[in-house]
């Protein structure tokens, strides 16, 4: 029930973004912390309704730039523990789901200001050396990004919690904004910290109680992301985190009656799978499994030949390799006219190959490492197989280097088929495509860049026509759930470009918006009656 005096959150604002200067106070204050932090080796258990637990089955932490270099060892969950966590999730939810909204709030408003403040330093330094993020990559997600997450979903939170029905004279009617019945399951990638933070906190604010299942090769940010939500004094049980392989938790978790959703941020053949799994098992279920997910991308950048060519080349540098392309939004194909092309190429490989690669401890590097060596041997098999297509060549970058750690020069691919292989498949690595197209064939390669992925993730139009940007708008309206006019097709940000796509990308739940929280609610209908009727006869039987 909603009281007449509704508690407000604090007025919420975007979390600033340090810049790191050479020789700043926070640039000296973060290599500390990364020198003190790759100095250590940490002991990463599964958190069990608020027990630590060590298993034993513990597989490597290490950093991807320098990869003999072990970081720590995380234990690995097996169907046992992921079952103990359900159970410890359900057993927690009637005394989390019963605490005032604001109270639930109150938790992830101060896990935020502790993010914000003595956490800052710690969790992008286990960002920089477990996922292989610059400092300024590191910044803007797992600080930025996390702190606008929780603060403004509790704003959201508060939003949703306001709205309720009209009444009429004798009536109160009201909404009831329950959490589900049971529990979530979030399964979150190595890519982003503030995901792996936000798809277990968004569900747990509202009441709801989750089993996280973060990736392997981002647990060193993953525990502290624990660490910090159990100094915000999140209760026992309410998330409980447990590393395991996909495969095994999949069996052992999306079977069980009591999944009440899956938040999921990874690969769309992954949340294929648990769709079709949940199908197959939606007889067993209590209530219907809420799906949201995030998935795969194709993110294209279309100039017209009004476009600013530097603009334009600004762009692909920025939207293609930051972070090592390794972004479901990363400009991975573009479309460029030929008389726009020589300004466009000129300056682009002029910054590629300005690009400084290396260790995230230099921040004078803008390139680090891919995440493992799984991924290094399929973006090398994309770049070998232009190198040896004859439909395609390679004009920068394309040089593979595995010795020390996962090394991928940033590789720009000029094609003249608009079907080659990495202008349709996602490659997440550092690798852009180019098309270039007549001006004369303008609207049928606005035809290619609609419907020339499976995807609909991003996507960017740059031109100065502005009849053009409108007309390139319309055309291209369901090609991408985040669409960027004269800018990059990457960087959302929380409150202001709610994040999420169709088609194979996913199901554009919008995180990042109130429209994301509505998925883990259940709202229930009250009709209180004052003075009920005694007779059931109505006027009209005379």
Known sequence: MISANMPQTPAVSNEPINEYRPGSEETLALQHTMDKMSAEQVDIPCYIGGSEVRTGQTEAVVMPHDHQHVLGQAHMGSSTELNQAADAAIKAQYDWAALPWQSRAAVFLKAADLIAGPYRNQINAATMHGQSKNCFQAEIDSACELIDFLRFNACFYQQIMEQQPVSSPGVWNQLDWRPLEGFVM????????????????????????????????????????????????????????????????????????????????????????????????IGRYRSYPRLVGETGGKDFVFAHESADAGAVATALARGAFEYQGQKCSAASRAYIPSALWPAVQEQLVEDVKSFKMGSTRDFSNFINAVIDERS???????????????????????????????????????????????????????????????????????????????????????????????????????????????????????????????????????????????????????????????????????
């Not at 502290?224 to 915000?232: E, L």
């Not at 041997?377 to 996962?406: F, P, Q």
């Not at 000029?414 to 197209?437: C, D, H, R, W």
Request: charge should be negative; hydrophobic fraction near 40%.
């Open 186 to 281: 979030a399964i979150t990638p190595f890519n982003f910290t503030a995901i792996a933070g936000n798809l277990p906190a968004t569900p747990a604010m509202l009441g709801n109680t989750v089993v996280w299942k973060p990736s392997g090769t981002q647990m060193l940010s993953a525990y502290v992301i624990m660490q910090v939500f159990k100094a915000a004094g999140l209760p026992d049980g309410v998330i409980n985190m447990v590393a395991a392989d996909g495969p095994v938790a999949g069996a052992a978790l999306l079977p069980r009656a009591e999944l009440a959703g899956v938040h999921f941020t990874g690969s769309t053949p992954t949340f294929q799978h648990i769709f079709a799994e949940v199908g197959g098992n």
């Open 376 to 542: 290094f041997d399929k973006i090398k098999g994309y770049i070998d197989h232009a190198a040896s297509a004859n439909d395609a060549e390679i004009i920068v970058g394309g040089g593979c280097d595995k010795s020390k750690g996962y090394f991928v020069e940033p590789t720009v691919i000029v094609t003249s088929n608009p079907a080659f292989k990495t202008m349709q498949e996602e490659i997440f690595g550092p690798v852009l495509t180019i098309y270039v197209y007549d001006e004369a064939d303008f609207e049928d390669t606005l035809d290619l860049c609609d419907q020339g992925s499976v995807y609909a993730l991003t996507g960017a139009i740059f031109a100065q026509d502005r009849y053009m940007v409108n007309h390139m708008s319309d055309r291209l309206r369901n090609a991408a759930g985040n669409f960027y006019i004269n800018d990059k097709p990457t960087g959302a940000v929380v409150g202001q470009q709610p994040f999420g796509g169709g088609r194979a990308s996913g199901t554009n739940d919008k995180a990042g918006s109130a429209l994301n929280l509505y998925r883990w609610l259940s709202p229930r209908t009250i009709k209180e009656t004052f003075d009920p009727p005694t007779d059931y006869r109505y006027p009209f039987l005379g």
